[in-house]
């Protein structure tokens, strides 16, 4: 503890009135070491369940289990301490209706400490998210491109670039709003939808490949640091951390096979 006293972390709340303020900044975090350096920068990191992909090589985020969420929520908060930690609700653990949700998200917020959990769906959601929130569960909502549904979706696609679709899009914002979720992610949404959205709804929108448009952005913390090797066309990278791992490890290799094992500098030497 600093002399000063605990820091306290951000909440669900204090999310919620930086709507139409200052840029809302996220990252996802899976692990305690990598939490610990987003930590100081971020107001929000989201365990998310695109862990089973980028983490656990999983063809999609379908495999992710409760108990690894929750395993992974652990980490990341005790890599962290300033910023809120929302950690996702995975497929088939909350659409069976408002009691099995209840029943992992209480899971998650009682195992992990964290502040919230996040779920996908718009208007089919609403209910859930108003049983949650009513039960002391902070909700961040996720619509546009909901990965959870890319076999409904047929693919990782764009949303709304049909005009038809913007409607039913914005209805769906509208209804999570409403049903009390404190910020929305719009995933994979146009520039105008994204502005349309935030312009209609009360609580901040978090953009991932959404455009400046709304109150915040989230990306893939490999995605950014470049650790990926194919990311979305929407992902700057900040870093080129894969080539600088992938370098350090052939320097390695090749000096084990030259049998210079660095070790020899620093080695043991049996006690006299
Ligand atoms: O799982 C995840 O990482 C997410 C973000 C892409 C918003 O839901």
Redesign the pocket.
Known sequence: MSKHGPIRRRTAPDIAARKGGEPIVSL?AYAASTAALADPHCDFL?V????GMVVHGYPS?LPVSLDLMILHGQAVMRGSEQALVVV?LPFGSYEGGPEAAFTGAARVLAETGCGAV?L?GGDHMAETVAFLVARGIPVMA?VGLT?QAVNTLGGYRAQGREREQWERIEADARAVADAGAFSI?L?AVVEPLARRITEAVAIPT?G?GASAACDGQ?L?IDDMLGLTPRVAKFVKRYGRLGEHAEAAIAAYASEVRARHFPADEHTYAPSA
């Open positions: 996802t989201l998310g369940d695109s862990v985020t996702d996040k996908e996720h990965p992610v995933e978090i991932i989230i893939v």
